[in-house]
């Protein structure tokens, strides 16, 4: 086995789909995740996937804590003890950009809580190798396309979630400053995701938002299935070819194999690095190039109306994602076709998610 990760927030959306490569690569994997934004479910059906591929034995313990409870989380690494964790992919977080603006507090007490928690108790069980979950929403208001990771940070940022990802970024450096040079340094992975989208070819896992979702995709998927009447775009004056806003949207497949390359680069490259990468495919897409890849898909006419611009929205972003490629040999292989039909093997056999 090449030893234990430690995924916080690994029941979720992007973390099951990464349990599903790690186990697949022979990792262990124990998840810690209170269930405020998931079902134990996911694992279970990560489970029935790798008993589908023929993988009977794997690995996987879940912790059902939280991790602002200090207490709560040391008994997680009491379990393992001492360098029990190889190194931690840290996932958890609350993630909703709308809901972050009606409760700031709860969303820098949980995003910053539980990170400084789980940094404390990581160097106490001697865990110097964490992979953080960034956003490309870190960039705030860039004009300047296709973004780099050098592209300027924190200006421009419309909401709590996003400054949540911003800090922790700024914690994380901190950190790892402090640990150079000491007999125990630290190496910091980033990656900033662009639009993750898709689900497991399987359909048994995918995104299972709670509520009306807020995301593009998963509302298309919904109205694909019946479950909403129509798709609001929100503006089609922007600067773009048809005036609807353009972002990356990367497989979840890919983004989830990203953190394996992330992982395994800091296993093998010096033990005290700090590394930012961009998680995004390069290309950019309409609202409405998505509205029609996902009608092809689904064979479902998917209506949709024109709205009002949504406040703090941009008009355009997209990665460059040369650097993951050439620092980890990470590149994103799928495409469009791959998301949506992906998305919809998901939601067809589960309209109403997990439950
Ligand atoms: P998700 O909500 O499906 O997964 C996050 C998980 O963290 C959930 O299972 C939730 O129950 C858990 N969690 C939250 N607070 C916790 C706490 N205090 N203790 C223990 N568990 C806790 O979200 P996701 O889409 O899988 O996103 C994963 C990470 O990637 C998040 O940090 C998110 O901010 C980041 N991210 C997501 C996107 C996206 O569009 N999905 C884009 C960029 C970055
Ligand atoms: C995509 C496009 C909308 C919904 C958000 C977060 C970001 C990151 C990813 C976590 C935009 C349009 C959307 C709808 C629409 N998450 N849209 N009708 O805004 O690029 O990024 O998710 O880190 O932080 O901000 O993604 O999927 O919400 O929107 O027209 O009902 O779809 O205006 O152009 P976004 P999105």
């Known amino acids: 086995m090449p030893g234990r990760v430690l995924v916080t927030g690994g029941a979720g959306f992007i973390g099951s789909h990464t349990i599903y490569h790690l186990l697949k690569a022979g990792y262990s994997c124990t998840v810690v995740d209170n269930l405020c934004n998931s079902s134990l479910k996911s694992l279970d059906r990560v489970r029935s996937i790798m008993e589908d591929e023929g993988v009977t034995e794997v690995d996987l313990d879940l912790m059902e804590v939280d991790m602002c409870d200090t207490k709560a989380l040391e008994t997680v690494f009491e379990k393992y003890g001492v360098g029990g964790f190889t190194c931690c992919i840290h996932f958890a977080g609350l993630k909703a950009v709308g809901e ?74 901190d950190f790892h400053k402090s640990k150079v040079d000491t007999e125990k340094p630290w190496s910091v992975v980033i990656l900033r995701y662009f639009n993750p989208v898709g689900a497991h070819p399987s359909g048994k896992i995918g995104e299972n938002p709670n509520g009306p979702p807020n995301n593009l995709m998963p509302y298309v998927s919904q109205v694909a299935v019946g479950r909403r009447e129509f798709l609001t775009v929100f503006g089609n004056d922007y600067d773009t070819p048809d005036g609807t806003g353009v972002r990356d949207y990367i497989h979840v497949m890919d983004l989830a194999e990203g953190h394996l390359s992330a992982i395994e680069h800091m296993a093998t490259k010096a033990t005290d690095q700090y590394k930012v990468f961009n998680l995004g495919t390069g290309n950019g897409y309409s609202v409405l190039d998505m509205v029609k890849a996902m009608e092809k898909a689904s064979g479902k006419e998917i209506a949709y109306k024109i709205g009002e611009r949504r406040p703090g929205d941009i008009a355009t972003c997209y990665a460059d994602a040369k650097a993951a490629k050439e620092d980890m040999g990470w590149e994103a292989k799928l495409g469009l076709e791959d998301m949506c039909r992906d998305l919809w093997a998901w939601q067809s056999s589960n309209p109403n998610g997990f439950e």
């Open 100 to 173: 972050s603006m009606k409760v700031p507090l709860l969303y820098y007490q949980n995003n910053l809580g539980s990170t400084l928690n789980l940094l404390e108790l990581m160097d106490k069980y001697d865990c110097r190798r964490i992979v953080f979950s960034s956003s490309a929403t870190v960039y705030g208001a860039a004009t300047t396309m296709p973004i780099t990771e050098d592209t300027p940070t924190g200006a421009g940022i419309t909401n709590a979630y996003g400054r949540t990802k911003y800090m922790i970024e700024g914690i994380l450096g």
